[in-house]
């Protein structure tokens, strides 16, 4: 079945420790994003990428950093530089035709919860 | 900031048609309405989206008024299953930077049994 496959599904952070989300699908899609959810609150851009070798920061990019070096592939990478990590990660993608013109839904993964040791 | 307003809860009845109305009164013209819904501790599931006619597909309708100021999902047949937090978002189409989806507090939707 095409999807979204993110993993691990829970993850834990030592202090100063950087941790890497791992995020594939196999929709064929252009572009791909992340968001991020705290508890009882919407979602919040921190990267997309419409194409590889190309990303570019959302909302809240501070703290992170990604790489799209594969179309399947869009890893997230967690630093020490976040001062707040504790959230739920969302991973998505959907189609985006020639010129950036899209009304296509994104799809998204079933996310990871990372929290701090 | 999200920018549209719904209603924080509702509650439905097993087996019978739950309306989910939707604010959207600065909607552009180029602007869509997406419809998804989030069970507890899983990703958003898209639902459905419409520009300005009424569409319908296997899960819901959407119903979006002549002057697109607001819409309503509709849940022809709740089930439990459909227990969620439902979440209504206006984003644009033919603007390559306004890929993001905008998630507002949505509506939390309890199916009674």
């Known amino acids: 079945d095409g999807g979204i496959t993110q993993s691990p599904k829970y993850l834990f952070r030592k202090e100063g420790q950087n941790v890497t989300l791992s995020c594939e699908q196999n929709?064929?899609?252009?572009?791909m994003y992340w968001y991020r959810q705290d508890p009882g609150q919407g979602l919040r851009l921190i990267y997309y990428s419409q194409i590889v070798n190309d990303f570019q920061k959302g909302d809240i990019a501070e703290g992170y950093s990604v790489s799209r070096e594969k179309k399947e592939s869009f890893p997230l990478t967690v630093t020490s530089a976040q001062k707040n990590p504790t959230a739920f990660y969302l991973c998505a993608s959907s189609i985006e035709r020639g010129q950036g013109y899209s009304n296509q839904p994104q799809h998204f993964g079933d996310g990871t919860r990372l929290s701090i040791l | 900031d999200a920018k549209t307003t719904q209603p924080p809860s509702m509650d439905c009845a097993e087996g019978r048609a739950a309306n989910l109305p939707c604010n959207h009164s600065?909607?552009?013209?180029?602007?869509?309405v997406y419809w998804y819904r989030q069970i507890h501790s899983q990703g958003p599931q898209y639902i459905i989206h419409g520009l300005k006619n009424n569409e319908t597909n296997e899960m819901a309708s959407l119903i979006i008024t002549e002057d697109r100021k607001s819409s309503t999902l509709i849940l022809p047949h709740a089930t439990l299953r459909d227990t969620a937090v439902y979440y209504c978002i206006v984003r644009p189409w033919g603007y390559s930077s306004a890929s993001k989806i905008i998630f507002g507090s949505g509506t939390r939707l309890s199916i009674r049994p």
């Open positions: 600065t909607i552009s013209g180029n602007e869509y």
């Open positions: 929709l064929n899609h252009d572009a």
